[in-house]
């Protein structure tokens, strides 16, 4: 029997009145193995391959009585993405007499209570509503959540490896106390690596288990890459006269990294095209930007037909919001991760089948990142995803939010919620009991006589919608030169005192910190030190580290490229000493060239900090650089020191300890930070923000190779 004949009669009426010409491979398998088995699944297939009917299509062909509650969730990353699948899903829910209702901050609040009045049919909703639902409206949870049959998560791949993510994990577990039965689970993902399957598969904790199906189709993939030198304001004019150049011909997408990038090209575009009276329309999409703009470009690309368009957004549309037709994508400087660079690749070709990418950059580190991202993307190496392996502040928000969802917990019980709840099976009991034992004291819980309840510090927490989101956001702080504010950047492990920025067209030296004014004081650089890029980007890989050096040092890989990327690539080493890849000359003095991940550079840095206290050690890391300032010591000699330390959590616990200022740069990202003791703030630091083994195994690598 064909995957089509295993589908009920109204349903296979609806894709044959829709002229569909025949079923994907992804909805081929899905449809099989859903109504075959009673597992979970992971379908992981590229964009535009039809993975919105390959979850709904066999969980919809499932359900028995639509009118005895709600029988299908779905949950997405964004509120866009709701809506987008609610119009995409809606015809086939009509056609068979099936409610379907968005759940979101902006959805109508006459359809949610039509709902909440007689739960059935299909839900889409975000974490963040569960969430609010859960922490104040239990009970309309209870009555909502009691008949669901099914939960598909989309994007699943954006949860995996952050907060927001065991926050929903989280969540998942406490609807389903609310279920009659247990739920099955659909989760849908355009990239995945083979490596993190198991990881992946633990997301689910239903007690089914789960499988992936896998479709590897790709469209053809046609490329071009160029660079240009960026001007004294980080900018390049011929960058945005290239992006010009290829919107008079193609419809496309620009994905610059930063926002401040997207309205500088958008800008520019818009400008130009006015002036040499062009019809491409251009327009800017990100989340600052008002949700009619960018609706209004949403619409007018779904829309267009014969009219070419430019869309410069940032991630907003990186996932798989439907707006039609995209010739090709611009990828301005270099992706974070080979999984977003796929991601956005997707978007394009979903008609002709054919991909194109314009890699540009303005940055001689920007071109050789990217490059790596894309040589690894061809030959089909995704990232693998950095999970959070210590989640105490997701476990202490949580906390929270259970002692409102119950109005209070039996003390006996409270005590054991990190057993109750699979989530949390990674923390110990003492790791528990330091963590209920400071919310006590900071009065965010309280103990009245064998319950525990939410403390007045809890509520000032629920003043605003902030506390149901886990959202990362940059936390910038202010910069200025004794009175004139310069601009803002982000704090990071890489800023500090002594270190030398890039701002307003500049360098500056860094003078003082003010944590508590979230304000930066600086002045000019005069020593000739580099200055560190600064960046609130996601962390690179040290795949695409490990990628970069092999482009920049393979001389036959290195021949392959343009005559103009070649050139740059020999004024990237010229600074290397004696044709050492990791012996780099600096103002002040050696440095050294990791060509590792972020993580490992961050271990690297602070390893060499432990072991010469004396020495100050700086970390750039888009230049995979780390140096020291005024040090006396061979770079060799440093890395041996390290090497022949007995490392342990505790040296590293205790050098946290000593350096506030770094503790505060590294929590810094961590939203609800205030809600753990210092000493789990050092923990949750070594445990999942930094690489110890992997750490001292690249720097081996690296002796053997100097020794070489």
């Known amino acids: 029997m064909s995957s089509f004949d295993l589908l009920k009669r109204e349903i296979r009426e609806y894709i044959y009145k829709q002229g569909w010409p025949s079923l994907t491979k992804i909805q081929e398998a899905s449809i099989r193995y859903i109504s075959q088995t009673d597992s979970n699944y992971i379908l992981a297939a590229p964009t535009a391959s039809g993975k919105t009917e390959a979850a709904f299509l066999p969980a919809i062909n499932t359900v028995n009585v639509w009118t005895s509650g709600l029988k299908i969730v779905y949950i997405s990353p964004l509120i866009a993405l709701i809506n987008d699948q609610f119009k995409r899903v809606s015809e086939l829910c009509e056609h068979l007499n099936i409610s379907i209702t968005s759940w979101h901050g902006e959805a109508s609040v006459t359809k949610k209570r039509k709902l909440l009045k007689n739960p059935n049919g299909i839900l889409l909703i975000t974490p ?25 998560v989309d994007e699943i791949h954006s949860f995996l490896d952050n907060n927001r993510g065991l926050q929903l994990s989280s969540l998942l577990e406490r609807i389903q106390y609310y279920m009659k039965k247990v739920p099955r689970y659909i989760g849908m993902s355009a990239t995945l690596h083979d490596e993190d399957s198991s990881q992946i598969k633990d997301f689910f904790k239903n007690g089914i ?21 960026n001007n004294q304001k980080n900018q390049s004019t011929q960058a945005i006269e290239a992006i010009y150049s290829y919107s008079q011909q193609e419809s496309m997408l620009v994905f610059p990294n930063r926002r401040g990038d997207v309205e500088y ?11 040499n009276h062009s019809y491409t329309r251009y327009f800017a999409h990100h989340s600052s930007v008002s949700k009619e703009m960018r609706l209004s470009a949403e619409n007018f690309a779904k829309n267009s037909v014969y009219e070419l368009f430019t869309i410069c957004c940032t991630s907003t549309l ?33 008609k002709t089948k054919k991909s194109i990418l314009h890699f540009i950059a303005t940055n001689p580190w920007d071109v050789l990142q990217g490059l790596a991202a ?16 210590k989640p105490y502040d997701v476990l202490a928000h949580q906390i929270l939010s259970l002692l409102l969802e119950y109005s209070g917990i039996e003390i006996s019980k409270f005590k054991q919620l990190h057993r109750v709840f699979f989530s949390w099976n990674t923390i110990t009991d003492e790791e528990y009991d330091l963590l209920l034992k400071y919310l006590e004291e900071e009065k965010y819980i309280e103990v009245l006589e064998n319950e525990v309840i939410t403390g007045i510090s809890t509520e000032c927490l629920l003043k605003g919608p902030d506390f149901f989101a886990h959202f990362i956001t940059e936390n910038n702080f202010a910069v200025y030169n004794n009175i004139k504010r310069l601009g803002e950047i982000p704090l990071t492990p890489a800023v500090a005192v002594d270190v030398n920025i890039f701002l307003a067209a500049q360098v500056w030296k860094i003078q003082k910190i003010d944590m ?17 890029f600064v960046s609130g980007g996601s962390n690179v890989s040290h795949a695409i580290r490990q990628e970069m050096k092999e482009l920049l040092l393979n001389e036959e890989r290195c021949n392959s490229q343009s005559s103009e990327i070649q050139s740059l690539f020999e004024k990237l080493k010229a600074d290397s000493i004696n044709g050492c890849p990791y012996q780099i000359t600096t103002p002040s003095g050696i440095g ?72 505060n740069r590294y929590v810094n990202s961590m939203k609800f930070k205030a809600l753990l003791p210092k000493s789990l703030q ?16 690249h720097l081996n690598n690296i002796v053997h190779d100097l020794d070489a």
């Not at 090209?265 to 002036?275: C, D, E, F, Q, R």
């Not at 919001?321 to 979903?350: E, F, K, M």
């Not at 030959?379 to 693998?384: A, G, M, S, T, V």
């Not at 090497?643 to 946290?656: K, M």
Request: proline share 2%; hydrophobic share 40%.
């Open 209 to 229: 288990d789960t499988s992936i199906l896998l479709d590897r189709t790709r469209n053809e993939l046609m490329i071009t890459k160029k660079y240009f030198e």
């Open 682 to 697: 050092i923990n949750y630091i070594i445990e999942n923000m930094l690489e110890p083994k992997a750490a001292l195994k």
């Open 592 to 663: 050294l060239r990791t060509f590792a991940g972020t993580r490992i550079n961050q271990t690297i840095q602070v390893l060499l900090s432990i072991t010469h206290d004396d020495i100050l050690f700086r970390l750039s890391d888009k230049e995979t650089l780390i140096y020291s300032v005024d040090s006396p010591i061979a770079l060799k000699e440093m890395i041996e020191h390290v090497l022949a330390i007995e490392w342990n959590t505790d040296l590293l616990y205790d050098y946290f300890s000593q350096h506030s200022d770094l503790l």
């Open 128 to 152: 963040e509503s569960i969430e609010a639902m859960l922490s104040l409206r239990s009970g309309e949870a209870r009555n909502l959540f009691d008949g669901v049959e099914w939960i598909l």
């Open 265 to 275: 090209i958008s800008t520019n575009l818009a400008k130009m095209g006015k002036k």
């Open 318 to 350: 990186e996932l798989g919001i439907d707006i039609g037709a995209v010739d090709s994508i611009v990828q301005y400087n270099a992706p974070h991760t080979v999984a977003s660079l796929g991601q956005r690749l997707g978007r394009s070709g979903r």
């Open 516 to 532: 508590r004014g979230k304000k930066i004081y600086v002045t000019k650089a005069t020593d000739g030190n580099p200055p560190v």
């Open 374 to 389: 894309i040589s690894l993307y061809e030959r089909n190496c995704i990232d693998r995803l950095d999970f959070i392996k």
